[in-house]
């Protein structure tokens, strides 16, 4: 079915011994077709089960299995299965010259070294790859229904090519050289979008409307998935696809003088307030009211920090609603003008409140993306001056000795800045690899537990916690100071302990996944140690548990080793104080047990059957809080973390330090502030080993539904283990100390009762926001309900 030519060429690329020819074609096997490359192997089936129709392979061609080029007719790839390294390569008990054709027994494809056994025990064999390959089109309909297009790509050695159907779109791109290669791919039509690679869910930057670019390494291959539905028109794809082109065209135009240092005085003001405040908020990631409708948004105070002809300000953005509620937010401003307008306009919409018209061009954009206005705020902490508000004062507060002051208006030093992303309830830039300035958004009127704690903790001289260089304090008549912002040191990182532990637990899983059944019953019994094979796979991690349990237990001591000042001084949680405690983790589990009867009904399948046995232990749940009640001595109150969790501590090298002391940023300063038993911050990490347990499994088996029930208690006795590492650095650090109770049936109980507070607050946070992950806490209480914990 090809021309002579071609054949011509088929034969001296891949069968350039006569042997291997059979007819007008090739009788050879993938592997020694390929010379056994696993790369090419690998990129061939990728293209095999990407292209429209129902692949097939041929038995053996999984683990790369070798021919018999002498054998006669096609018999040389009819050799038995290698099933295994016995007799036979386990396909026949027969004696070996009466099998039909014998098993290949060379030194690179012989069945003592390729067989089926051998690759099951290994996660990553070309057998276990095919595993994953399959499961995963299995997944998406469009592989064998949808559409082909292939992209054009100026690079003859890349091919790419889109599977399209009503619902989804998949972009392939494969690399048939040997050599790493560059591609750039015209993608235009679906800007906006953003590529997730499959196998890993990688999120890749966002397709623009320039040529996106790609590096490929020999015979590399990347499957995306186009995180949106596709358009079917070229044209609607900028306006509805594009989120910052919608935010240019929304942006107002105001039209200002040659002078701009007056803009909040004059009535320039009143017309940002009505025409671009309330947008600009609902843009930002931190603004916490999404959700109430704005009556009145206004600066209620501001102060210049930069004069002439592009000023900036320290401003404070007041918002009322029509709900009755009000509250406060820290909004730097700066002018801009040139070319650093047209820069930010075009890069970072969101952070531009207006653009500015008339006798200068130019946007009034967040402080924060402003490299000089990050300076002048960075000065101030250091200088710890007081400048003058229209309604108080911000002032500078250093720990330690203030450096000299250069006034208001001296010229800025020259800084490097770099913007962290992710931000929320904060905002985040970092200067010269030295330090990072923090600001805190929403303003109250007491010291934010960041600025309180990390001040206390440095003045200790405690380690494991970025050291506090000073804050920027807010000063009202009458009000105590609040926080505006604080100024830490850099801490070098490998990354947050939530990414250390997830990217641990997907090698964990691979490694699982290919055990045999019985190895995996043996991997799930008894709790008195860890079983055998987990100890050795895992040892790393649970060492590293036991470390972030020992710097729990140092912070803890440290917070309460207070013995002066309401602030941090211990106090005993006994009495009035514990009742309080019960009430308010009742009161919680209430509101939480009742948001989970009026939405049970719309739970998925693996989650409905869950929700019915915790609403069925409703009272056995409340009894556990009513429990702690009759505690002698429950130990003691102090200063905690507050939000304590994985994405809290910093991994760096064979340790962590811990970050982040603002609490709950939804909880009100006043809530943050209050003191708790050190038990609180154990029971949120104890939870938090569960979420990253069962989160990496979702991941995991994504594309692989059938694999969750099989590894799911593997997911249990990760969980166990690690909290138990966890739980042993921790007691072995915190001794006798009195800040816990007395008695280990008391520590337990006061410890279960926490960490289901805590499951129940996360079980309502999954019911508002991500109900296919509502199993995650339901799976936690039910466990802490049904047995005993630890």
């Known amino acids: 079915m090809v021309t002579d030519e071609e054949r011509d060429y088929m034969y001296s690329a891949y069968a350039d011994d006569p042997q291997m020819r059979l007819n007008v074609g090739i009788r050879r096997r ?70 039909y054709a014998p098993p290949i027994q060379d030194p690179v494809y012989g069945y003592q070294s390729i067989n089926v056994e051998a690759q099951e025990r290994y996660p990553f064999s070309p057998l276990n790859w095919a595993k994953r390959l399959i499961a995963m089109r299995k997944q998406h309909r469009v592989f064998g229904r949808g559409t082909i297009e292939f992209v054009p790509s100026p690079n003859r050695k890349v091919l790419a090519y889109l599977r399209r159907d009503e619902k989804e779109t998949i972009l392939i791109v494969v690399n048939l050289s040997r050599t790493v290669q560059p591609a750039e791919l015209d993608l235009k039509p679906f800007a906006g979008l953003m590529p997730v690679e499959m196998s890993g869910l990688t999120e890749f930057p966002r397709i623009g409307e320039t040529p996106y670019f790609l590096t490929l390494g020999p015979y590399a291959y990347y499957w995306f998935t186009l995180q949106h539905e596709p358009l079917q028109k070229t044209a609607k794809v900028a306006s509805v696809a594009d989120p910052n082109a919608a935010i240019v065209e929304a942006l107002p135009n105001l039209l200002m003088g040659v002078d701009w240092q007056n803009v909040l005085d004059a009535a320039t003001r009143g017309i940002i307030e009505r025409q671009a405040l309330g947008a600009f908020l609902h843009r930002q990631r931190w603004y916490a009211s999404k959700s109430r409708t704005i009556r009145a948004a206004h600066f209620s105070d501001w102060t210049a920090i930069r004069t002439g002809p592009t000023p900036s300000f320290v401003a404070v953005v007041s918002m009322e609603y029509t709900d009755g509620w009000a509250d406060s937010y820290l909004v730097p401003l700066a002018l ?130 970025p050291a506090l260089i000073g804050a920027l304090e807010y000063l009202r008549p009458g009000l105590d100071a609040g926080t505006l912002a604080v100024v830490q040191t850099i801490v070098k990182h490998q990354g947050s302990g939530w990414d250390f532990t997830i990217d641990e637990l997907r090698r964990y899983y691979e490694r699982v996944a290919a055990r045999e059944a019985q190895d995996e019953h043996e991997g799930r019994e008894g709790r008195d140690a860890p079983p055998p094979f987990f100890v050795a796979l895992e040892n790393w991690y649970l060492a590293s548990a036991t470390t972030l349990g020992r710097r729990t237990a ?104 811990i970050l982040d002391f603002e609490g709950e940023p939804a909880r009100s300063i006043a809530e943050r502030r209050a003191k708790h038993s ?76 926490f960490t289901l507070d805590k499951a129940l607050y996360e079980l309502g946070y999954e019911l508002n926001n991500r109900p296919d992950w509502v199993r995650i806490p339901l799976l936690g209480i039910q466990k802490l309900t049904t047995a005993e914990w630890m």
Not at 602 to 626: G, K
Not at 700 to 708: G, I, N, R, S, W
């Open 30 to 99: 993938l592997a020694p077709l390929v010379e056994n490359s696993r790369r090419r192997i690998e990129l061939l089936n990728t293209m095999l089960f990407s292209f429209p129709g129902t692949p097939v392979l041929y038995y053996g061609d999984e683990i790369g299995m070798g021919d018999n080029i002498y054998l006669g007719d096609r018999n040389g790839v009819r050799t038995p299965m290698q099933w295994s390294s016995d007799r036979n390569a386990g396909f026949s008990r027969a004696d070996p010259a009466r099998l």
């Open 336 to 465: 801009v003008d040139g070319d650093a307008a047209s820069q930010i306009v075009k890069t970072a919409p969101a952070g531009v409140l207006a653009r500015i018209t008339g006798a200068r061009k130019g946007a009034i954009i967040d402080g924060m993306l402003d490299d000089d206005t990050c300076s002048r705020m960075l000065a101030l902490v250091e200088s710890g001056d007081e400048i003058a508000t229209r309604r108080g004062s911000v002032q500078g507060t250093r720990v330690g000795k203030p450096r000299p002051s250069g006034g208001r208006q001296a010229p800025a030093v020259e800084h490097k800045w770099t913007r962290g992303s992710g931000d929320q309830s904060n905002s985040v830039a970092f200067v010269d690899d030295r330090c990072m300035l923090k600001l805190f958004r929403r303003i109250e009127p007491a010291a934010n537990p960041e600025f309180e704690i990390g001040r206390f903790l440095t003045s200790r001289h405690f380690t494991r916690i």
């Open 554 to 657: 140092e912070m803890h001591l440290a917070l309460g080793a207070a013995t002066d000042g309401p602030a941090f001084k211990p106090e005993p949680l006994v009495g009035a104080a514990l009742e309080a405690v019960a009430d308010d983790m009742r009161g919680h589990a209430v509101a939480s047990l009742d948001l989970l009867a009026s939405k049970s009904a719309s739970l998925n399948d693996a989650s409905r059957p869950l929700a019915e046995q915790v609403l069925a232990a409703r009272a056995s749940l409340l009894a556990r809080f009513d429990g702690i009640r009759r505690l002698q001595h429950a130990g003691k109150r102090i200063r905690v973390h507050g939000d304590y969790h994985l994405g809290q501590v910093l991994r760096t090298e064979e340790d962590f330090v």
């Open 678 to 753: 050190p038990l609180k911050d154990v029971a949120g990490m104890v939870r938090s080993f569960g979420y990253a347990a069962y989160a990496a499994l979702f991941a995991f088996t994504l594309h692989a539904p059938d694999e969750y029930a099989p590894l799911a208690p593997w997911a249990d006795t990760w969980e166990h283990w690690a909290a138990d590492a966890f739980m042993r650095g921790y007691v072995a650090a915190i001794g006798d100390s009195p800040l816990l109770p007395r008695g280990g049936a008391a520590r337990q109980l006061l410890l279960t009762a």
